[in-house]
Every structure is written in C-alpha cells, then in structure tokens.
C-alpha cells in the first residue's frame, strides 16, 4: 500500500491542482523528467537486473511480488520517485526555507542540504523498513547509469539489527539530487522568463 499511495496519490494531486488552474508549468516539468531520470537512471535496470544483478522477482518475497507484480515494479518505484520523492522534497525544502519557490532561484548550499538529507534519509528509510528484504547481503542490484558502482563495489554503510545499508542502495539518490535541484532551478527560471 505504501508503494502504490506514494506512485499515485502525487497523480491525483496533481490533477486537483490542474483542474484548479494552480499548477505551474514548472512543476509538470520537473514531475515528468524526474520520472524519466528515475526510471531510465535506475528503475528499470534494478527491475529487472540488466547488467550484473538479480531481477526484482528473485530478490524478494513470493507476497510483494503478487502485490507489486515485476512488469510494473519500475513504474511503481518511478512514480513515486517523482512525485513523493522528488517533488515532496522540493516542496519541504521551500517550507523549511521560508518560500515554496524562491529558493531554487539560484545555488544555495543550505537549499542543497536539505534537499540532499530528504533524497538520503527517505531512501535510507526505504532500504530499512520498506525494500529490506530485497536489498539485503547477497541480492545483488544491477549497474545502473545512476548506480555506476554496481555490486562490485558495495561496501555496508552501517547495520540496524538485521537490515543493512550499503553504498550501492544510496547512489542513485546521491547522484539524483543535485540533478534534481538543477533541474528544478532551470524549469524555475524557464517559467519566470
């Protein structure tokens, strides 16, 4: 339930808020290219392990793979990197800033911060509580284009209890925010042009 209210509820507001004449351009923008970049970047390639890992269906349980069947795992994860993710941590990291939309104007490091520490801590989250049983020691991910260390360089991070977090989970949402602040300020801009 927590995959597929994190893929489609963002869909739903979305919409309100288009039917409501109060959605920017901007932010269709950064939703749809943050989806393409999450899927094409990583989704796609832990799905279904394209070079050097294991598919999805094989690194975790028989009950999530009926309730999130493995064709569309990717669009699942995809959706609700762009919208819960990627927007949610646009849209808190202009509220603990003082603006929804200022702040991504130009470079700020406090901006970046805390951007960064939403995109790590939510998938630090995910890898503990919500995926653990697919990312654990010895279920191998896929090289990925945002996950350019693949399994061979995968060194555990740290453990609690049971569940592991390694360098190889946490890439794709290192390298993706500051993709994700750069385009934000470059659709920004494009739309106060």
Known sequence: MVVYTAA??????????YLKDQLSPSTLKIYF??????????ELWFTYGVYAGDPVDIRRSDV?????PKHIN???NSLADAGTISLG???LTGKLMGSDRTVFNQWNAGVFLILLAWCIGQNIFVEMFLYFDQLSIGKDLSWAPLAPTGPWINPVLF???DRTITLHGQIPWL???PILYKITMYFQSEELD
């Open 33 to 42: 290219t943050t989806f393409i970049l999450c899927a094409l970047g990583w």
């Open 175 to 177: 390298l993706m925010t």
């Open 89 to 91: 941590g646009i849209i």
């Open 74 to 76: 990717w669009l699942m």
């Open 8 to 17: 489609i509820l963002p869909i739903i507001i979305l919409i309100n808020l």
């Open 159 to 161: 453990q609690f209890d």
């Open 64 to 68: 999530l793979n009926q309730f999130i």
